[in-house]
């Protein structure tokens, strides 16, 4: 059975763009190594995409979080240039975790099902926990060196607690 890699919102604006952070940049080349590895291995990637449209800060995120991003089409919402010629499917949502995403994975099967990306205390946790209450038995790991939080503290907050989770992190 393949194991899959989930590679979430590696997207400009979350990496050098409105959102950006040195943390974001600097697991660029480990997200890209963890992907070429899969691929190498004839394992399945793919990818989710923060999606937005023009009235965003008229919703409840642009509310609490008033940062125009990830706006569709724009070059923001594109994945970083190092990645965006990779392979596989992708996932756009336009909340925090994919409900298609999750539903998709319902009807597949996998050995394991690994997470990195942007951000650890966000986007990271909430697919992360979407996905093992739609699959409660599947092996759920996520790859610390290949994730970034919005601050540093909020990722190690977001680690443990997907470790309570039963989410094993590496």
Not at 4 to 18: S, T
Not at 39 to 55: G, I, M, R
Not at 97 to 123: H, Q, R, V
Request: charged share 30%.
């Amino acid at each position: 059975m393949k194991k899959l890699l989930i590679v979430v919102d590696m997207q400009k604006d979350f990496i050098d763009g409105a959102l950006g952070t040195k943390e974001a940049r600097a697991i660029v080349p480990n997200v890209k190594k963890k992907i070429e590895e899969y691929q190498a291995n004839k394992e399945d990637v793919l990818f989710t995409l923060d999606t937005h449209e023009n009235d965003y800060l008229e919703t409840q995120e642009g509310k609490k979080l008033p940062v125009v991003h990830c706006i569709r089409g724009t070059n923001g919402w594109g994945l970083h240039e190092a990645l965006k010629e990779f392979p596989g499917r992708r996932f756009e949502k336009n909340t925090f975790g994919s409900a298609d995403l999750a539903e998709f994975l319902k009807n597949k099967e996998y050995a394991s099902i690994e997470l990195i990306g942007l951000c650890t205390d966000i986007c990271v946790i909430s697919n992360a926990l979407l996905i093992k209450a739609f699959l409660p038995e599947m092996p759920i790991r996520v790859d610390a060196s290949c994730c970034a939080g919005v601050t540093p503290e909020s990722h190690e907050n977001a680690l443990n607690a997907m470790k309570v989770c039963q989410i094993e992190v590496i």
